[in-house]
């Protein structure tokens, strides 16, 4: 099989489902070599997310935040924030992600578990995420919590989702407590690069297949050239016209699977000038030209 690459809309939301209305949690390990170009896409969705990061080490961005993760540390994202990830100095790292529905946690909805622990902090836009430091006793703590719900989702003794609800609810009530250390004394914080973000992206996503100017990404959200390349490279860490490029090689990957088309017609239906200039880019970032990359994936069906 090729490698592994997240499945999201024009919004950058991640369309997977996470668990389902009858348990909504859901938990899959993960390394990061087995995504496309050693990273998975940035994206985000209404749950929430914590990490447990198990051997190695990797960069992990949430909004505009970046940090270096390594072993034994972890992560909490929040809801609707766009989060994603990439291999550090060619180090791999596996990772332990538990996706989870809020509902989970407070159950009724407008309860008091609802209204004075989770929408106050789910709500907060300056808390979009917590790096989980093993060194700090409430954080393991959280950490350890994590650990031992993952064992008890995959071994499923009696009981386990009653001991996974007890467990996640400590977990919360300790996040919690984080949640009021960082917080305390201080403003709303109101991330305005972030929904520019997103609908820039909306526009690239909807438009890749044509010729796009700097000026038709700045116009979809009414700003300027220059504003648009300073948030666009500030929180993605790369120019509009990069993350156009690799996301027009991300959309070619399936279509190689296509034996009928070739490579002219892929490099024409993503939005290419030409084959040549198609292959460039191509070989520049999967280190393999498009024909190579046909014939390794396309083997192994």
């Not at 896409?41 to 190695?56: A, K, M």
């Not at 550090?88 to 004075?116: A, H, L, Q, R, W």
Request: glycine letters at 4%; aromatic letters at 14%; charged letters at 25%.
């Amino acid at each position: 099989m090729g490698k592994k690459k997240l499945t999201i809309d024009e919004n950058l939301m991640e369309e997977t489902p996470h668990g389902d209305y009858t348990f909504p949690l859901h938990i899959d390990h993960e390394t990061i070599s087995e995504y496309e170009q050693n990273r998975f896409e940035c994206h985000w969705h209404s749950d929430l997310e914590f990490t447990v990061f198990t051997s190695g080490k990797m960069e992990y961005q949430v909004n505009e935040e970046t940090y270096e993760v390594e072993t034994g540390c972890g992560m909490f994202v929040n809801k609707n924030c766009l989060h994603t990830g990439w291999l550090y100095k060619n180090i791999d790292c596996k990772y332990t992600v538990i996706t989870v529905n809020p509902v989970f946690i407070f159950g009724y909805e407008n309860s008091m578990i609802e209204t004075k622990y989770v929408s106050p902090l789910i709500e907060a836009q300056q808390f979009s995420s917590l790096y989980l430091d093993s060194q700090d006793k409430n954080q393991r703590r959280i950490i350890d919590l994590l650990l031992e719900i993952d064992g008890l989702y995959t071994k499923k003794p009696t009981c386990f989702e009653l001991q996974i609800k007890s467990r996640l609810c400590e977990v919360w009530m300790n996040l919690f407590k984080e949640f009021q250390t960082a917080t305390s004394g201080k403003d709303e914080y109101f991330p305005k690069d972030i929904p520019r973000l997103k609908q820039v992206l909306h526009y690239i996503h909807q438009n890749y297949r044509s010729k796009l100017t700097l000026q038709e990404m700045a116009s979809s959200c009414n700003i300027s050239k220059s504003e648009c390349c300073r948030f666009f490279k500030k929180v993605m860490r790369q120019t509009p016209f990069e993350y156009l490029l690799k996301y027009r090689i991300q959309q070619s990957l399936p279509l190689l699977m296509k034996q009928e088309l070739n490579i002219t017609e892929i490099a024409e239906f993503t939005g290419f000038i030409s084959a040549s200039y198609y292959s460039e880019i191509f070989r520049r970032l999967m280190y393999c030209s498009p024909s190579e990359y046909r014939k390794q994936h396309c083997s192994k069906y």
